[in-house]
């Protein structure tokens, strides 16, 4: 994997903090929205990694599942946004290439977990992303297609594949005001980001505050801080510990750099952190938490058939400390 990202989880084992950015004043005025270019054929490579003790469960078909501890993910698309209409506009991904590796910590479920790795791997290699935006550059629905559905292990194996990808490409959502982007420009988001939901099939709820602000513009490149906070819910269904509602106090530090003239993201990095309150994990020995770290760069050169290799990760280290420090700014 890119050692960039792999540089970026050992910074996540540190924690993540939320950088208080307050909007100042009006926003300028100017064209409403900010639609991706269409027609124009987009490369990505996204990468992440991924990491939560208590463990989340994946399926594949002929009864093969287990608890996934620890991953990295790294996924080659192509990625084209058709004609917006008045509400939202329509993106189709065409996924190139993924490369999948994990552990299941002391679980025991290792060469159980690299077997659904490579059947994820091979019926990602054949799907396509179908999302839809928001002109504001919020991302309405996910959805994975030409994966079978066909039964309820079907189903759970789709659903599984898909929220890793999510969680993955989470850093394509950068909401946007109307208008031109300009320096120390700030604005604040609400609802449900893609980048602070939990890995559960569940879903999650909760309200967040995001808040955004200009770093930098630099010709036609804007460098973008994100950082938010809230109180998730998400309920877990399986046959680790029953159904459950959990709860977690989650923080995003996110940059991102954006092309003005083409309406293109450049690149984004993101630090995710969740820490599960005492009620979640009544039961357990140690505290739990979800780190997730995420790169997403465009490739305007495109790239060859394979993606990166995901490393195989290290063994999820303890909860971070009270001190965190800050990720690198994105170059």
């Known amino acids: 994997m890119n050692i960039r990202i792999v540089a970026l989880a050992a910074l996540a084992l540190f924690g993540t903090t939320t950088v208080a950015l307050a909007a100042r004043g009006k926003q300028p005025t100017g064209p409403v929205g900010h639609p991706w270019p269409a027609g124009v054929k987009i490369p990505y490579r996204a990468q992440m990694w991924?990491?939560?003790?208590?463990?989340?469960?994946?399926?594949?078909?002929?009864?093969?599942?287990?608890?996934?501890?620890e991953m990295t993910v790294a996924v080659n698309m192509v990625c084209e946004a058709e004609l917006p209409t008045e509400r939202f506009q329509a993106m189709l991904c065409e996924i190139k290439a993924v490369e999948m590796a994990g552990t299941t910590g002391g679980f025991?479920?290792?060469?159980?977990?690299?077997?659904?790795?490579?059947?994820?791997?091979?019926?990602?290699?054949?799907?396509?992303?179908?999302?839809?935006?928001?002109?504001?550059?919020?991302?309405?629905?996910?959805?994975?297609?030409?994966?079978?559905?066909?039964?309820?292990?079907?189903?759970?194996?789709q659903e599984s594949m898909r929220l890793l990808l999510a969680q993955a490409l989470s850093g394509m959502e950068l909401p946007l005001p109307d208008g031109k982007l300009t320096a120390a420009q700030t604005w604040v988001t609400k609802g449900s980001p893609v980048a602070m939901r939990l890995p559960a099939p569940g879903g999650t709820a909760g309200g967040v505050k995001v808040a955004h602000e200009v770093l930098k513009v630099e010709g036609d490149i804007?460098?973008?801080?994100?950082?938010?906070?809230?109180?998730?819910?998400?309920?877990?269904?399986?046959?680790?510990?029953?159904?459950?509602?959990?709860?977690?106090?989650?923080?995003?530090?996110?940059?991102?750099?954006?092309?003005?003239?083409?309406?293109?993201?450049?690149?984004?990095?993101?630090?995710?952190?969740?820490?599960?309150?005492?009620?979640?994990?009544?039961?357990?020995?140690?505290p739990q938490w979800v780190n997730r770290i995420t790169l997403v760069e465009y490739v305007p050169e495109g790239f060859d058939a394979a993606a990166p290799p995901a490393v195989e990760p290290a063994p999820a280290a303890a909860p971070p400390p009270s001190r965190p420090r800050h990720p690198p700014p994105a170059p």
């Open 50 to 69: 991924l990491a939560t003790p208590n463990g989340m469960r994946l399926y594949a078909f002929n009864d093969l599942d287990a608890r996934m501890t």
């Open 108 to 157: 025991g479920e290792d060469k159980k977990l690299r077997d659904i790795f490579k059947e994820y791997s091979v019926d990602l290699s054949m799907a396509t992303l179908q999302l839809e935006w928001s002109l504001d550059r919020r991302l309405r629905t996910f959805d994975l297609e030409e994966v079978s559905k066909e039964n309820n292990r079907a189903a759970e194996k």
């Open 222 to 286: 804007a460098t973008v801080r994100t950082a938010g906070s809230g109180t998730l819910q998400a309920m877990l269904y399986g046959q680790d510990f029953g159904d459950r509602t959990i709860y977690a106090q989650s923080s995003l530090l996110s940059d991102s750099r954006y092309d003005l003239g083409q309406e293109i993201l450049l690149s984004a990095e993101q630090t995710f952190q969740g820490v599960l309150s005492a009620q979640s994990v009544a039961g357990f020995a140690n």
